[in-house]
């Protein structure tokens, strides 16, 4: 079992930075493959980044690739999704979610815990 509790979320203007954290619980968090989803009203949950168990491979939504950045902590247990250059299509609820295997999946269905959500609004 693992949990997974996002913050950092908040309201920024647009150009501005957001860190988001996801601290999770368990001792095997370094056995999992982690990423962030963002969703907003009415679409589908989107991917956004996602990081290998060691940290080394970051994947990107091709979007997103260069301003936005993934990494994991696996001491402290924790998932970060630095993000830079925001505009207000980036504002969604941003969910942090942890996957058992090794391989990193766009699909959300492929992950097996969830966050409860940490909300991004970024302002024109």
């Known amino acids: 079992q693992v949990q997974l509790v996002e913050s950092g979320g908040g309201l920024v203007q647009a150009g501005g930075s957001l860190r988001l954290s996801c601290a999770a619980s368990g001792r095997t968090f370094s056995r999992y493959a982690m990423a962030w989803f963002r969703q907003t009203p009415g679409k589908e949950r989107e991917f956004v980044a996602g990081?290998?168990?060691?940290?080394?491979?970051?994947y990107y939504a091709p979007s997103l690739r260069g301003r936005f950045t993934i990494s994991r902590d696996n001491a402290k247990n924790t998932v970060s999704l630095q993000m830079d250059s925001l505009k207000p299509e980036d504002t969604a609820v941003y969910y942090c979610a942890a996957d058992a295997g090794t391989l990193i999946y766009s699909s959300p269905s492929h992950y097996d815990y969830w966050g409860q959500g940490t909300r991004v609004t970024v302002s024109s």
């Open positions: 990081i290998d168990w060691s940290g080394s491979n970051p």
